[in-house]
């Protein structure tokens, strides 16, 4: 499965100022996603990326707050904008990469995390 | 409204014994379906992944599926302290590889 690494692993940032988190993989892929992990809590799509068209964002998740880009094959960042204690959480990018077995389709794959305080 | 739902646990068994982890799901055409073990700390890491009704075995996991029952379910047999983690069950209910979470259900294999 692709490798894939992310920055910063973890940051504390002061409310209203933002924060961009990047994401690279070893290979090209061509779906990325931005999850949100909140403490205690299940993973929660953010927005899928695709190179070369606009991400799609999910319910309750907008393009002002989340800015995404997808600029290659291998590469992408969402930056967490104006930020309030609320978005506090670890932020998670995973790939979509075809799995192995005979019946397999294609699987995520997440990168390591970034975990954001606000203070 | 689209769901995925597990018992949040936690979840205890002996070492060497069956864990079993249970989940289900509201939208009956969801066609992929995953399990993730989540450490502490870490990121989710995929341990199976699931898509026609019946067993998958893949050492010493088995997910299975019940398209009919809108059901999941992963075993783990001969349960190690090192499997102690929260498992994590993901739908794909759109087709476009958006998956959605269950809560987790948090196991820990006592020595």
């Known amino acids: 499965s692709a490798v894939i690494s992310q920055k910063p692993s973890r940051d504390i940032c002061q409310r209203g100022t933002s924060l961009t988190i990047q994401c690279q993989v070893d290979?090209?892929?061509?779906?990325m996603f931005w999850y949100r992990q909140q403490p205690g809590q299940s993973l929660t799509l953010i927005a899928t990326?695709?190179?070369?068209?606009?991400?799609?964002?999910e319910s309750g998740f907008v393009i002002d707050k989340f800015p995404i880009s997808r600029p290659n094959l291998t590469f992408s960042t969402l930056t967490v904008s104006n930020m309030s204690p609320e978005d506090s959480s670890i932020y998670l990018c995973?790939?979509?990469?075809?799995?192995?077995?005979?019946?397999?389709?294609?699987?995520?794959?997440f990168g390591p995390g970034t975990r954001l305080t606000v203070t | 409204q689209k769901e995925v739902e597990q018992n949040s646990g936690p979840l205890s068994v002996p070492e060497g014994a069956i864990a079993s982890l249970n989940c289900t799901y509201s939208d009956r055409g969801s066609q992929s379906f995953f399990w993730y073990r989540q450490y502490s700390g870490k990121s989710p890491e995929l341990i199976m992944s699931?898509?026609?009704?019946g067993d998958k075995e893949d050492g010493r996991f088995t997910a299975q599926l019940n398209k009919a029952s809108q059901y999941v379910s992963l075993l783990i047999r001969d349960s190690q302290p090192s499997d102690s983690a929260t498992y994590l069950c993901?739908?794909?209910?759109?087709?476009?590889?958006?998956?959605?979470f269950g809560t987790g259900t948090r196991l820990t294999v006592i020595p």
């Open positions: 990326a695709n190179q070369g068209s606009e991400a799609t964002y």
């Open positions: 995973s790939v979509e990469d075809l799995g192995s077995g005979s019946e397999s389709d294609y699987e995520q794959y």
């Open positions: 699931i898509y026609s009704n």
């Open positions: 290979s090209q892929v061509t779906m």
């Open positions: 993901a739908v794909d209910q759109t087709g476009a590889n958006n998956l959605f």
